[in-house]
């Protein structure tokens, strides 16, 4: 199974801050890396994605930054506000693969203190 | 609107009872999935579907069974559940397999 690494596993910042989560992938076949928040008690939802043409894609204040000679990608918020507060997950998928589906980071709890 | 809708959203059931947890999209995807959250282990993919008729295993698909046979419903079926299949469960849809959706999820225990 190609990995999807994320790091930290926890993570609490001020509000305003900037956090900042990160992963790794192995699998060279990736070229579609989204990020999903997850709030308690819901499913997944679908908050920003980019594909290894850009180095960077930003969606209001969540900002994915790509780097594809490292297999490394991360996403920032700016200006956190205590509803960030959720946990996200990474992950890559080999869009062309057919067999394959998304392989997802562990995930990252964020915490944002008022 | 939009929507990908699972049931039962719980369910506590006993070791070796057959159970189906439906799933179902208004959105026209062509491909469905379903996936296990566990502590610790992020969202692991059980089966998927790419088309009607059309599915296969996803990284754990011991244990479980699916099925196809309308592009909008994609049931999962434990048909000898065992405690190690206690879990969350979400189903996902997308059109093509990246862009996914994902359904509210069910919260399954198996005593």
């Known amino acids: 199974q190609q990995q999807v690494k994320q790091s930290p596993q926890s993570l609490i910042v001020q509000k305003g801050g900037i956090p900042i989560i990160n992963c790794a992938y192995e699998?060279?076949?990736?070229?579609?890396f989204p990020w999903y928040q997850q709030f308690p008690g819901k499913g997944p939802a679908l908050l920003i994605a980019i594909r290894p043409d850009v180095s960077e894609k930003k969606e209001g204040r969540f900002t994915i930054s790509f780097n594809k000679s490292a297999k490394q990608f991360s996403l920032h918020i700016m200006d956190s506000q205590p509803g960030d507060s959720a946990t996200y997950f990474c992950?890559?998928?080999?869009?062309?693969?057919?067999?394959?589906?998304?392989?997802f980071g562990k995930g990252t709890h964020l915490i944002i203190q008022p | 609107e939009a929507q990908v809708t699972q049931n039962p959203r719980y369910l506590i059931t006993v070791t070796g009872k057959k159970l189906t947890v439906t799933c179902s999209q208004n959105m026209n995807h062509e491909y469905m999935s379903w996936y296990r959250q566990d502590p610790g282990l992020g969202l692991r993919q059980i089966y998927y579907s790419m088309n009607v008729e059309v599915t296969d295993k996803g990284d754990v698909p011991e244990g479980y069974k699916v099925s196809r046979k309308e592009k909008r419903n994609f049931p999962l079926i434990l048909e000898s559940p065992s405690p190690n299949q206690t879990s969350l469960y979400f189903c996902a849809s997308s059109l093509w397999g990246d862009e996914q959706y994902f359904g509210p999820g069910t919260r399954l225990t198996v005593t």
């Open positions: 699998n060279t076949a990736f070229d579609y």
């Open positions: 992950a890559g998928l080999n869009s062309g693969g057919g067999a394959d589906g998304l392989t």
